[in-house]
């Protein structure tokens, strides 16, 4: 056990629709990344936040949001979903930067 | 912008012979390098990192990796694999010239047969 958690573990819903997904991160680590794994793709780095501002922007789209909140838990906001956005969503988290992730289980999300 | 290279999907093994997962990185700065394995419908685990010192990483599982910087290289090594070994396993870098993101290669299946 990572000690990072994320909800839900599975999701299904419909193109055109909106989900968001949480993370809570290690006790202590300030910062949390999102990722997406697809099978065509491998693992894509989406967003870093640290301590409630955002870091770094990888390969994330414009339909994608994110936020950490005060309590240092965030969101990853996903709208107007498409079947391409199936996939497998880490979030991992890190007390400082240079040091080793570590990740959720992820959550699977199903466009249909 | 970092980048980082598996240049092969799968890697075969037979159980007790010694295996390799290549792994090739480009950055602007210093390397920070981190190999990480997932087992199936699982999370990524954490496996070693290179961030400074000595170029032989010693990490989990009985694993290591060797840093070369003349050959932008970061290979994953085990003296003798076991079938549990069987995973994906996925290089990381991060530049230390652009440290807020850390980059992934696309994975190398790794299946170590009895």
């Known amino acids: 056990d990572s000690g990072v958690t994320q909800t839900p573990k599975h999701l299904i819903t419909a193109t055109g629709q909106r989900v968001t997904l949480r993370c809570s991160p290690r006790s202590g680590d300030l910062s949390v990344y999102w990722y997406q794994q697809s099978l065509d793709q491998g693992l894509q780095f989406l967003i870093h936040?640290?301590?409630?501002?955002?870091?770094a922007k990888g390969n994330i789209l414009e339909r994608f949001s994110a936020q950490q909140f005060p309590d240092l838990h965030s969101e990853l906001n996903l709208s107007s979903l498409e079947l391409g956005d199936s996939a497998l969503y880490f979030c991992?988290?890190?007390?400082?930067?240079?040091?080793?992730?570590?990740f959720g289980e992820g959550s699977r999300l199903t466009v249909l | 912008a970092q980048s980082v290279a598996q240049p092969e999907d799968q890697v075969n093994v037979a159980e007790g012979n010694p295996l390799t997962v290549k792994c090739t990185y480009s950055v602007s700065g210093n390397p920070y390098l981190f190999w990480y394995v997932q087992y199936p419908n699982r999370g990524l685990q954490f496996l070693l990192k290179?961030?400074?010192?000595?170029?032989l990483v010693k990490g989990s599982y009985g694993f290591e990796a060797e840093f070369n910087k003349s050959q932008t290289s970061f290979h994953l090594k085990k003296p003798s694999a076991l079938v549990s070994d069987s995973a994906l396993y996925f290089c990381a870098v991060r530049d230390d010239f652009d440290a807020d993101k850390l980059i992934f290669g696309t994975g190398t299946r790794l299946q170590v047969f009895p």
């Open positions: 936040y640290y301590n409630g501002e955002e870091r």
């Open positions: 290179y961030i400074t010192g000595d170029n």
């Open positions: 991992a988290s890190s007390p400082s930067d240079g040091r080793e992730l570590f």
